[in-house]
């Protein structure tokens, strides 16, 4: 079945305690994205990525890092998780750049405490 | 820079109702227009999309129209289930800038 899959599905932190999700997609998409959604603001691209190696910022990237080393994984790391990164986390994939229609991993929610 | 403007939820109808959801976008380029749409604990999954001017997008009962004149890509179904109750987000790709935007989604609440 061909699907985004992001781990965990619910995590809760302490603030600085660094913090790894994983996204794997099994459908050969050469572009993958982040993006965190809050209540009010909709979906917001944190970072994303148009090949192995290709990263780049989204609209909102301050305390993000990502890593593109191989075409289906693209992991979300926060180095020092804070509060206001208390949020729903989708990784999302696509052929190319969206013009095909994004596939959405289940999300992780994530509390930083 | 590029924007999609919803109308703000949440939407209540009964069964059968006819449904409107209105989107606006503001863009630069020529862009490609989706809805998507998101069931309660799960991701986004695409609706249906629209690529060019005056083409419509269908899937499961939704259309839209890209309207280039009005900016418009408004989502409709003649006649709604209590399981289309979800929120629904317009999204445009715009290729200049490489990345989708989305609009802040509108809930829709369908009772029996």
């Known amino acids: 079945e061909a699907q985004v899959t992001q781990n965990p599905r619910y995590l809760i932190t302490v603030t600085g305690k660094k913090l790894t999700v994983t996204c794997s997609q099994n459908m050969n998409h050469e572009y993958m994205s982040w993006y965190r959604q809050d209540p009010g603001l909709g979906l917001r691209q944190i970072y994303y990525?148009?090949?192995?190696?290709?990263?780049d910022k989204g609209d909102v990237p301050e305390g993000y890092k990502v890593s593109r080393k191989e075409k289906r994984n693209f992991p979300l790391i926060l180095e020092s998780p804070s509060p206001n990164q208390t949020s729903l986390y989708f990784c999302?994939?696509?052929?190319?750049?969206?013009?095909?229609?994004?596939?959405f991993g289940s999300g992780t929610r994530l509390t930083v405490v | 820079g590029d924007s999609v403007t919803q109308m703000e939820g949440p939407v209540t109808l009964s069964e059968e109702a006819f449904l409107t959801i209105n989107c606006t976008y503001t863009?630069?380029?020529?862009?490609?227009l989706f809805w998507y749409v998101q069931y309660p604990g799960e991701g986004l999954q695409l609706l249906l999309k629209a690529t060019k001017a005056d083409d419509k997008g269908s899937n499961k009962g939704f259309e839209a129209t890209y309207r280039k004149e009005t900016t418009s890509f408004h989502l409709e179904k003649g006649s709604v289930q209590v399981s289309d109750s979800a929120v629904y987000f317009c999204?445009?790709?715009?290729?200049?800038?490489?990345?989708?935007?989305f609009g802040t989604g509108t809930k829709l609440q369908v009772i029996p």
């Open positions: 999204a445009l790709s715009d290729r200049g800038y490489q990345k989708v935007t």
């Open positions: 990525s148009m090949n192995v190696e290709v990263t």
């Open positions: 999302a994939s696509s052929l190319s750049q969206g013009f095909d229609g994004y596939t």
């Open positions: 863009a630069t380029g020529y862009p490609s």
